[in-house]
């Protein structure tokens, strides 16, 4: 295919994970000229190239929840969920480019007007009317010079990454799952704690020093495991250098990770590791700063607001340590359904975009909860609605009415239900 070298649209959606999905679809569904634009070849962002699993989070959002299901549940095939997604994204009637990376950005007056892809047939432009960053790692509004901030408070720590796997050739009759820090504390494997196995492995150096944690996820496939267990710490994941350097400890830690399970865990003793994902998974780059930003106090307190796009989220604080092994805090706290103020989805200081997924305004605390895919997947619908309205009212995104957006995510859900 051929491409102007700039194409026009109402809507251009960046990044086709579970945020860019979600908004890709909404703005089309109501009835604006929609691209999705994605540099994978694949959609379903670090599901697919990440192999993260299961979707995590909770809303109060029949249209989040139905979408959710129409892309097989939570705990779906990742093999397929692609397809689910972009039959879904073109059925709404968006066009989707996949192998596009987006590279550049063109600022006139405060707002954002277009785009650059460094497409394979040679670079093009895009220009739409709202753009909505749906990149995790904030892409477009980096070019665009839209403030954020990274890291923790203090010294700038992200959470580390992971190479997740999965393994075969599990013995579903003698093996245990263990899904998080806390069940491994109660997880009985020959006698002792899961927990204490690790740890004991990781002391006499049979495990790298940063895996603490050896969470071993069902998935879709009986014989089967997703393994959340390797953390390559003090890495920025927007340095192309140390990305590489991840990539490689990462997956040489998996190996580890492997020879530790079939020597120390009944039932996993004739594992192989089945997949690798094509990407390191990044868990947390840059947040951009909104109207208004999420902080851990409305997490812990569950604070509800007028203003919400995003209802009732909920899921715990996952920090993984960006300093060390296990979790920063020792535990996940746990959060109580809280809302995501529209405001977290407007940049504060660009005109002509909106935020989706990973990238919305929120402290680090706030962010290890709303980054799970579930959540991230209904702040895409919210952008998707909100950039709909934009366009039809000839408004800017900011000037969006926050109560218009969920009446008409409302209504959608119903259709789609
Ligand atoms: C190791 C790990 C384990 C996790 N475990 C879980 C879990 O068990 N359950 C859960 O729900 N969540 C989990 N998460 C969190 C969750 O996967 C992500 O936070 C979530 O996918 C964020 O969704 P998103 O759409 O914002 O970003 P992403 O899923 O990262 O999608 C962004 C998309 O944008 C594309 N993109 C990026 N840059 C560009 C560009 N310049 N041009 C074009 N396209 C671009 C990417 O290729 C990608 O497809 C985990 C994350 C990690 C890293």
């Not at 990044?15 to 994605?38: D, H, K, S, V, Y």
């Not at 580390?160 to 245990?176: C, K, L, N, T, Y």
């Not at 071993?216 to 496939?221: A, I, N, P």
């Amino acid at each position: 295919m051929n491409h102007s070298t700039n194409q026009v649209y109402d809507v251009v959606v960046c990044g086709g994970g579970p945020a860019g999905i979600g908004a890709a679809m909404l703005a089309a569904r109501l009835g604006c000229r929609t691209l999705l634009l994605e540099r994978y070849g694949r959609l379903g962002g670090m599901a697919v190239s990440g192999l993260v699993q299961p979707v995590l989070g909770t809303v109060d959002s029949p249209l989040a929840n139905a979408i959710i299901a129409r892309l097989g549940g939570r705990r779906p095939d990742f093999e397929r969920f692609d397809l689910l997604a972009a039959d879904e994204v073109t059925g709404a009637g968006a066009t989707l480019l996949l192998h596009c990376p987006i590279s550049g950005a063109q600022v006139e007056d405060g707002c954002l007007r277009t785009i650059t892809v460094a497409g394979k047939s040679g670079p093009f432009t895009c220009q739409a009317k709202v753009f909505v960053d749906a990149t995790g790692d904030g892409d477009v509004a980096f070019a665009a010079g839209a403030e954020y901030e990274q890291g923790r408070p203090g010294d700038g720590l992200t959470q580390p990454m992971s190479i997740m796997f999965r393994i075969s050739g599990v013995d579903e009759s003698r093996a245990f799952r263990c899904g998080s820090e806390e069940e491994a504390r109660t997880c009985q494997v020959a006698g002792r704690t899961w927990h204490e196995i690790v740890t004991e492995g990781q002391a006499q150096g049979l495990l790298p020093a940063s895996v603490g944690i050896i969470r071993t996820y069902l998935t879709h496939r009986p014989g089967e495991r997703g393994v959340n267990a390797t953390q390559v710490n003090y890495v920025n994941g927007t340095s192309e250098a140390d990305l590489t350097r991840a990539e490689l400890e990462g997956r040489r830690q998996a190996f580890q990770v492997l020879d530790f399970l079939r020597t120390h865990a009944p039932g996993y003793e004739d594992a192989i590791i089945s997949a690798m994902p094509a990407v390191i998974g990044v868990r947390e780059t840059r947040r951009f700063r909104g109207i208004e930003q999420l902080v851990r106090e409305d997490l812990i307190t569950g604070r509800r607001r007028p203003d919400a796009v995003v209802k009732a989220a909920c899921f715990c604080i996952d920090i993984h340590n960006p300093d060390g092994s296990g979790q920063a805090e020792g535990f996940a706290a746990r959060a109580k359904p809280y809302d995501i103020p529209y405001g977290c989805l407007v940049p504060r200081d660009l005109d002509g975009l909106l935020l989706a997924g990973r990238c919305i305004s929120g402290t680090h605390d706030a962010h290890a909860s709303y980054r799970v895919m579930a959540i991230a997947l209904a702040t895409g619908a919210a952008a998707g609605t909100a950039a709909a309205i934009a366009c039809r009212d000839g408004v800017q995104p900011r000037q969006v009415d926050p109560p218009a957006v969920c009446q008409l995510l409302d209504a959608t859900g119903s259709a789609l239900r």
